[in-house]
């Protein structure tokens, strides 16, 4: 649709911070995390922690795991693509371990008609100069994390992020930046994490192709421009958490955490100023004989303003359930991903190959 094509464009004349610059990193990765209400930055210890908090990749000690993630968007309209791995390395002098993982994703809209020429100069419509291309977003992510102060119980780790986005023949940008968490457990399985996402402000740069772009005119006002700003740069987030793990008759547990959402700008949060924002989430998970899990959670509590330009709080829930046998686990939500309250509610499906498991 040429509507949708030059709002695409359109945004690159907004200023340098955009709130919603790579959203598509925002969405999240694995089923387990989408039904918990993405809380589990004190709690994740798997191959997915490459995006959630680097420091859990430590808890990945033995042997080599794997995570696959399939998700579909606005009644499929969308696709959203998630693969990682986590290589444990204990090859130190000085006997330290760590743990490296890497991670790639990819956010699509595919075969969209272009009717940029469907009307020549003198009101003409040709349907064979209909043409039709894609936009993505790519990311992919290097990340090590390694115990601090040689205290097995304190982890801190690091994700480094290249990006790459193409709205067709139109325009591309290359971006970088850097995430950092930590991560402390104590024996009594008390968990705590932090994570900062985008801590070098990830920017983009934008390449514009004019020649395919081409010029419109309407009422004499000149449309898709070459924009003058390209270069836009993604603020950083925070997020703490706390959980705690109960073990019942041996077989039965409980994990709960509470984690608080810290974006550095005023938006429809449960609170917000003009400094920084702030909403919670919850999320729990049952398991049995660490076989069969149950999870919810709430998370994106903020105000919806409505038709009447009145405001309600409102809050998303989630739920899933996730199967593990030997090495491989299945996991399913049914969540709203991207986190808004005005989506659909999709289907995700994640696996996950931890080879530890298959040497028990």
Not at 269 to 276: K, M, Q, Y
């Amino acid at each position: 649709m040429i509507i949708w094509t030059l709002h695409s464009i359109t945004l690159l004349h907004a200023q340098a911070f955009r709130k919603y610059s790579n959203e598509f990193l925002n969405i999240g990765a694995d089923a387990r995390a989408f039904g918990m209400g993405n809380t589990v930055v004190a709690n994740i210890s798997d191959v997915n922690a490459g995006y959630w908090n680097p420091a859990g990749l430590t808890e990945v000690k033995d042997a080599w795991q794997g995570a696959l993630m399939h998700a579909e968007y606005f009644q499929s309209i969308a696709k959203y693509e998630y693969a990682a791995a986590a290589i444990p390395i204990n090859s130190f002098d000085n006997g330290t371990e760590g743990t490296i993982g890497f991670s790639l994703y990819r956010f699509a809209v595919d075969d969209i008609m272009n009717t940029t020429q469907l009307i020549d100069n003198q009101g003409n419509i040709d349907y064979n100069k209909i043409s039709r291309f894609s936009t993505a977003d790519y990311a992919f992510m290097a990340s090590y994390a390694g115990n601090l102060f040689n205290n097995p119980d304190l982890s801190i780790g690091t994700s480094a992020k290249i990006v790459y986005r193409h709205v067709g023949d139109f325009a591309n940008a290359f971006g970088f930046g850097l995430d950092a968490g930590l991560q402390y457990r104590t024996q009594d399985k008390f968990y705590f994490g932090l994570m900062a996402r985008d801590i070098t402000t990830t920017f983009n740069v934008w390449s514009v192709n004019q020649k395919k772009l081409n010029k419109l005119e309407l009422d004499g006002e000149t449309l898709n421009e070459a924009p003058k700003d390209k270069i836009e740069l993604t603020m950083p987030k925070l997020k703490i958490g706390a959980a705690k793990k109960f073990d019942f008759d041996g077989k039965v547990g409980l994990l709960a955490e509470l984690d608080l959402n810290f974006e550095f700008d005023r938006n429809n949060d449960w609170i917000s100023s003009d400094a920084v924002s702030m909403s919670p989430s919850l999320g729990v998970e049952f398991d049995y004989d660490n076989v069969v899990y149950v999870r919810a959670g709430l998370n994106n509590m903020q105000y919806e303003t409505k038709f009447d330009d009145s405001r309600k709080l409102t809050i998303q829930p989630n739920a899933g359930i996730g199967f593990r046998y030997k090495g491989v686990t299945i996991d399913y939500a049914l969540t709203n991903i991207g986190n808004s309250s005005v989506a659909l509610y999709s289907n995700i499906f994640s696996v996950k190959i931890d080879m530890a498991k298959f040497s028990k």
